[in-house]
Nanobody, 125 residues
């Protein structure tokens, strides 16, 4: 079992930056692919970014490419999402997720079995 706790959300002005963190419990964190997803009001949950088990491969949604960076520190059992040049359309609840069934940086929801409670990001224009 893995427990995930996100932090770092809040209110930020358009064009600004924010860093989200996701702390994971469990000794097997380093074996999991990790991902960030988001859900805006009235919309489906969508993929944002993913990273493979060792941090050597990343995957981004088109909306995140060039602005967001996912990284992980396996010694600290933590995955990060650095958000730069944020836009109003980035407003959403952001969730981190862990996949024990794959080590690859997948953007598909199915393999992610463990989810955090989410952290709200609000971008003011």
């Amino acid at each position: 079992q893995v427990q995930l706790v996100e932090s770092g959300g809040g209110l930020v002005q358009a064009g600004g930056s924010l860093r989200l963190s996701c702390a994971a419990s469990g000794r097997t964190f380093r074996n999991y692919a990790m991902g960030w997803f988001r859900q805006a009001p009235g919309k489906d949950r969508e993929f944002v970014a993913a990273i493979n088990w060792i941090g050597s491969t990343t995957n981004y949604a088109d909306s995140a490419k060039g602005r967001f960076t996912i990284s992980r520190d396996n010694a600290k059992n933590t995955v990060y999402l650095q958000m730069n040049s944020v836009k109003a359309e980035d407003t959403a609840v952001y969730y981190c997720a862990a996949s024990p069934s794959t080590v690859d940086a997948t953007g598909v929801v199915g393999p992610y079995e463990y989810w955090g409670q989410g952290t709200q990001v609000t971008v003011s224009s």
